[in-house]
């Protein structure tokens, strides 16, 4: 059972915005950073928002994030094929003095 | 050109050892926050371990494994020891000048326990 929890599916058809939540508690999410990860099948984990709300360069404005509280959402806009990939949050932990991911979003573009 | 790239991956039996390296280039290690994180087949990601001013593990590796790093190589590296059924899986560095998810991250080197 994962300390963050993310829902282990979303979809949307192409066009479409859809978000993906990350819910955690005070040790974490509320007094730390979030990051959220793209993991294409196979490959290694890119970073896509960094600093709950930050995007690296090269990624595109189509991603962003928020966080509010004990939560934290990635949201992807105008969706497109390429965005099929699992996606991960993650936070450090002040309690745990670790870092803690999501069990991950499976996301399908219909 | 920054990259991380990992080695010392392969097949061990329970209860072996094993250690892996990740050596950095296009950047000083020394300077970087560290992390290695590991994705068992068909699962999500997991933080097994950080190394910055203090080191830090997951509760599951605690005892077992210890990082470190050599400066004057630009690497880092995990040792593992009494490995598991469970630690298999593939390992990957990341490195971030402040926190250590943030900048860089490797292609991962597998790891397989298994007799």
């Known amino acids: 059972q994962s300390v963050v929890t993310q829902p282990p599916s979303a979809s949307g058809t192409p066009g479409q915005r859809v978000t993906i939540s990350c819910s955690g508690s005070n040790s974490n999410i509320r007094s730390n950073y979030v990051y959220w990860f793209q993991q294409l099948p196979g490959t290694a984990p890119k970073l896509v928002i960094y600093r709950n709300d930050q995007r690296p360069s090269g990624v595109p404005d189509r991603f962003s994030g928020s966080k509010s509280g004990t939560s934290a959402s990635l949201a992807i806009s105008g969706l497109r094929s390429e965005d099929e990939a699992d996606y991960y949050c993650?936070?450090?932990?002040?309690?745990?003095?670790?870092?803690?991911f999501g069990g991950g979003t499976k996301l399908t573009v219909l | 050109e920054v990259q991380l790239l990992e080695s010392g991956g392969g097949l061990v039996q329970p209860g072996g050892s094993l250690r892996l390296s990740c050596a950095a280039s296009?950047?000083?290690?020394?300077?970087?926050?560290m992390s290695w994180v590991r994705q068992a087949p068909g699962r999500g990601l997991e933080w097994v371990s950080a190394i910055g001013s203090s080191t830090y593990y997951a509760d599951s590796v605690k005892g077992r494994f210890t990082i470190s790093r050599d400066n004057s190589k630009n690497t880092m590296y995990l040792q593992m020891n009494s490995l598991r059924a469970e630690d298999t899986a593939v390992y990957y560095c990341a490195g971030g000048s402040t926190y250590s998810l943030e900048d860089y991250w490797g292609q991962g080197t597998l790891v397989t326990v298994s007799s």
């Open positions: 296009g950047f000083t290690l020394s300077t970087y926050a």
């Open positions: 993650a936070a450090w932990d002040d309690s745990l003095r670790g870092w803690v």
